[in-house]
């Protein structure tokens, strides 16, 4: 189920940081007093009534600034409404409507999305000032006074957005389509492999890096299944991208992320892996997605007895934490492997949606338990009654115990083995929570 998008635009200086932290709950966008110092987009997700949405916090908008950075910034601004569900338009009370904010709602409204207007920096609780109302002027509807700084009328605010949230599609994904998307750093081969699994040349493939900007959705059936791949923008430290454009694929990738069922990350064999590979990879992890390693352009690498298996073990020793994730040697160039890459993506995704029933889960889970004792503090073991499966891909588990606060990484890191053990789960994450029982004998 993939999550809405809320950007949140407007002039610079009114806010659009302060609120963003405040709505994620930690301070990940720089606040300053200084317009512009939000250059890029920031995204971050939160939760609002039970329903996760992804935040796009963005440079302010200048609509005649000649200047390259604030150029620069309208468009990081205009990418992200694109991208959008719902538009936050944030203004400032204290510098009242300005002919700026004018020329931002008119482009709002040319977008046609759903647009929240709010006013900053309204700081006391009751009625609301008589300057506010002025921007209503504005045409967008309802304005509602927040203030970012002391966390007034946010509820308001969120209860606005939600409105306007697409509904939840229980069934998204489930007509009979698998989703993959092609990941990884600029030049790792994406375009090439998305060309030979679908044996036409429907992405551009250059040697130069970042050529692909946009998510390119393209369908496939075959013998193994209907499927949409989709081939991302090359993902890159934000430090070294320098062309405006690519600034904003990061997003877009991070929508093919959201809205895949299986990630394909491709590693540059003639490279190795390099630590953006592990910030790429740990975004599929971190949103729970199937994952396959594609270790690409194998047949440009000279070999010796055992090149495959130190490769192999490097990416397994770079990627512990995603040691779940099967590993392939490719290459799209010759189409070396690629049958095996479909036959690995539908076994993942099988792998994925699996359920167990409670009575297995909590016969394995008793077994455990009994092989290695839960964790103790100051005398007192964690106790776990019972277990269930709450959810499929991820493979989610809630553990029913005395006091989650006695449970230790360590511990779900042996559980979790042993799931793997007894049942496979191979090429997806599983995750657990833990709910204190009612009634426990604390």
Request: include cysteine; proline fraction near 4%.
């Amino acid at each position: 189920m993939s999550k809405p998008v809320v950007a949140i635009v407007g002039r610079p200086n009114v806010g659009k940081s302060s609120l963003f932290n405040t709505l994620y709950g930690e301070r990940i966008s720089i606040v300053h007093d200084t317009p512009g110092v939000t250059r890029d987009r920031i995204y971050a997700s939160a939760r609002w009534r039970e329903r996760e949405f992804t935040m796009i916090d963005t440079g302010g908008i200048e609509p005649d600034s000649s200047d390259v950075i604030l150029q620069g910034m309208r468009l990081q601004a205009e990418i992200a409404m694109e991208t959008a569900d719902v538009i936050l338009f944030m203004c400032d009370l204290k510098s009242g409507l300005t002919a700026a904010d004018e020329e931002i709602a008119v482009m709002l409204r040319k977008s046609q999305k759903p647009v929240v207007v709010c006013v900053n920096k309204v700081d006391y609780v009751g009625e609301p000032p008589a300057e506010m109302y002025e921007f209503y002027n504005l045409g967008l509807g309802e304005v509602i006074p927040i203030s970012a700084a002391h966390r007034l009328g946010i509820g308001e605010l969120l209860d606005a957005l939600f409105e306007h949230f697409p509904p939840e599609d229980e069934n998204e994904g489930d007509d009979g389509r698998i989703r993959v998307a092609l990941i990884g750093r600029p030049n790792a081969g994406k375009s090439s492999l998305t060309n030979k699994m679908t044996g036409d040349n429907r992405a551009i493939v250059s040697d130069i890096a970042g050529t692909t900007r946009d998510a390119i959705d393209s369908e496939v059936e075959n013998k193994y299944g209907r499927f949409v791949i989709v081939d991302t923008a090359g993902m890159r430290k934000k430090s070294r991208i320098e062309d405006v454009i690519e600034k904003y694929s990061m997003v877009r990738a991070l929508s093919a992320i959201d809205h895949a069922q299986v990630c394909v990350i491709l590693i540059d064999a003639t490279v190795g892996i390099t630590e953006q590979d592990t910030r790429v990879a740990g975004l599929a992890h971190d949103s729970g997605k199937a994952c396959i390693f594609a270790i690409n352009k194998w047949d440009l690498v000279d070999k010796t007895t055992g090149t495959l298996e130190t490769m192999e073990k490097a990416v397994k020793d770079r990627f512990a934490f995603m040691d779940y994730a099967p590993v392939l040697f490719i290459s799209a160039k010759t189409g070396q492997r690629v049958d095996k890459l479909w036959e690995t993506i539908v076994k993942v995704h099988e792998q994925a949606g699996r359920r167990l029933t409670t009575g297995v889960f909590n016969d394995m889970l008793s077994e455990a338990v009994a092989m290695v004792p839960t964790p103790q503090d100051k005398g007192r073991h964690l106790k776990i009654y019972y277990g269930t499966q709450v959810a499929t891909n991820p493979p989610t588990f809630a553990l029913f115990v005395n006091d989650k606060e006695l449970s230790h990484f360590s511990y779900e890191r042996y559980l979790e083995n042993q799931i793997r053990k007894n049942f496979g789960f191979e090429g997806t994450p599983i995750r657990f929570f833990l709910r204190n029982k009612k009634g426990n004998d604390q």
